[in-house]
């Protein structure tokens, strides 16, 4: 099993720029499936992007050309970079894994571990 802890978040003003960071810790190669979801108050949780074993990217494509995913396997951690945040962005940023990665799709129901969550506030 592994743990997830996200950080990074905050408040921030619209237009501003944001990097969320997922560090996971456990006895792992870090050779998996690995996502960010949010969920904003009274809204559904929506898939925002996925890296697969491969550094593979996906990204949602409300998302794409603001939203980027990446990794660093040195530091067991995975980013998600936020530019132009709007004040619709603002959302609880839930970092999570499927392992076993023979497949990865932008999918929650797929997932296996969740971290706590990071609260991103942007105010216009």
């Known amino acids: 099993a592994i743990q997830l802890v996200e950080s990074g978040g905050g408040s921030v003003q619209a237009g501003g720029s944001l990097r969320l960071s997922c560090t996971a810790s456990?006895?792992?190669?870090?050779?998996?499936?690995m996502a960010w979801f949010r969920r904003a108050p009274g809204k559904k949780r929506e898939g925002v992007a996925r890296?697969?074993?491969?550094?593979?990217?996906s990204t949602a494509v409300s998302m794409v050309g603001r939203f980027t995913i990446s990794r660093d396997r040195s530091k067991n951690t995975v980013y998600l970079q936020i530019e132009d945040l709007k004040p619709e962005d603002t959302a609880m940023y839930y970092c999570a894994a499927r392992l076993n990665d023979n497949y990865c799709y932008l999918w929650d129901g797929d997932m296996q571990y969740w971290g706590q969550g990071a609260q991103v506030t942007v105010s216009s």
């Open positions: 456990g006895t792992t190669d870090m050779r998996y499936c």
């Open positions: 890296i697969d074993k491969d550094d593979d990217v």
